[in-house]
């Protein structure tokens, strides 16, 4: 395509379908976003717009209302600092908006380990006992089956990935498994509702992948499916219920 891109899409099983909206987010890639289900819209924060300085990093928050298809920016006195592929995702029991990491690479510490809460009108920052090791572009996806998130790989700069942590909506856990994912970055993950499985795939981990992982709540592993997309990052993953 050549440039970042402000277009909205949406998917109703069958068909993509692009919205004209009046007023969209500023163009950009690695934001991200999550279902907040007191609110019934979908919160975005921040994100990269292509400028290599400080300010190409953003920290605006938008909101999505399916109802009505339409955008709003949420106008705070304050906000989480600027990042690129922070990690956002539904909390378990609250069904808040929550968002973990970030990266900037114009900070003295790139990576980013504080946890955010969106209240609805801003975000509050949390202080749970203990945090993943700093990172952005990670996999972060809500278990509904076990009640918790699990995090693991993305771009520590300096610090390992390899590792990976679950989100009790109070404090983040360690885990141990077997077997560990690479430390991927920019990989696509959801939660498979039939499977009750945590789905990855592909990423980049010193090259770009199409592996697919699962995680049962306890270990990864890695699957052999018959037939696989192509090698690729920063693929978005979903669950389509019907």
Same mark, same amino acid.
């Given at each position: 395509?050549?440039?970042?891109?402000?277009?909205?899409?949406?998917?109703?099983?069958?068909?993509?379908?692009?919205?004209?909206?009046?007023?969209?987010?500023?163009?950009?890639?690695?934001?991200?976003?999550?279902?907040?289900?007191?609110?019934?819209?979908?919160?975005?924060?921040?994100?990269?717009?292509?400028?290599?300085?400080?300010?190409?990093?953003?920290?605006?928050?938008?909101?999505?209302?399916?109802?009505?298809?339409?955008?709003?920016?949420?106008?705070?006195?304050?906000?989480?600092?600027?990042?690129?592929?922070?990690?956002?995702?539904?909390?378990?029991?609250?069904?808040?908006?929550?968002?973990?990491? @970030?990266?900037?690479?114009? $900070?003295?510490? =790139? *990576?980013? #380990?504080?946890?955010? +809460?969106?209240?609805?009108?801003?975000?509050?920052?949390?202080?749970?006992?203990?945090?993943?090791?700093?990172?952005?572009?990670?996999?972060?996806?809500?278990?509904?089956?076990?009640?918790?998130?699990?995090?693991?790989?993305?771009?520590?700069?300096?610090?390992?990935?390899?590792?990976?942590?679950?989100?009790?909506?109070?404090?983040?856990?360690?885990?141990?498994?077997?077997?560990?994912?690479?430390?991927?970055?920019?990989?696509?993950?959801?939660?498979?509702?039939?499977?009750?499985?945590?789905?990855?795939?592909?990423?980049?981990?010193?090259?770009?992948?199409?592996?697919?992982?699962?995680?049962? @709540?306890?270990?990864?592993? $890695?699957?052999? =499916? *018959?037939? #696989?997309?192509?090698? +690729?990052?920063?693929?978005?993953?979903?669950?389509?219920?019907?």
């Amino acid at each position: 395509v050549g440039s970042f891109l402000d277009d909205t899409w949406t998917f109703d099983g069958t068909t993509w379908s692009q919205q004209k909206t009046s007023v969209a987010p500023p163009a950009r890639a690695a934001s991200s976003m999550a279902f907040d289900k007191r609110i019934n819209k979908l919160v975005m924060f921040g994100g990269f717009d292509g400028k290599v300085t400080e300010a190409g990093y953003l920290q605006d928050t938008w909101l999505w209302d399916g109802a009505t298809s339409t955008w709003t920016q949420a106008k705070m006195k304050s906000s989480p600092p600027r990042a690129s592929g922070p990690s956002l995702f539904t909390d378990p029991h609250s069904g808040e908006a929550i968002m973990f990491g @970030g990266y900037d690479r114009f $900070q003295k510490l =790139p *990576a980013f #380990s504080a946890t955010w +809460r969106w209240t609805g009108k801003a975000w509050q920052k949390l202080h749970p006992t203990t945090s993943p090791y700093p990172r952005g572009w990670g996999i972060a996806v809500l278990d509904p089956v076990r009640k918790n998130v699990v995090i693991t790989g993305g771009n520590g700069d300096t610090i390992r990935t390899d590792n990976t942590w679950t989100w009790d909506s109070t404090n983040w856990t360690q885990q141990f498994p077997a077997t560990q994912i690479q430390a991927l970055v920019s990989a696509g993950a959801a939660f498979d509702m039939d499977s009750q499985l945590v789905i990855v795939f592909g990423g980049f981990a010193g090259k770009t992948t199409n592996q697919t992982w699962s995680w049962n @709540g306890t270990n990864w592993v $890695q699957l052999t =499916p *018959a037939r #696989s997309p192509s090698v +690729r990052d920063g693929p978005g993953m979903d669950y389509d219920p019907k």
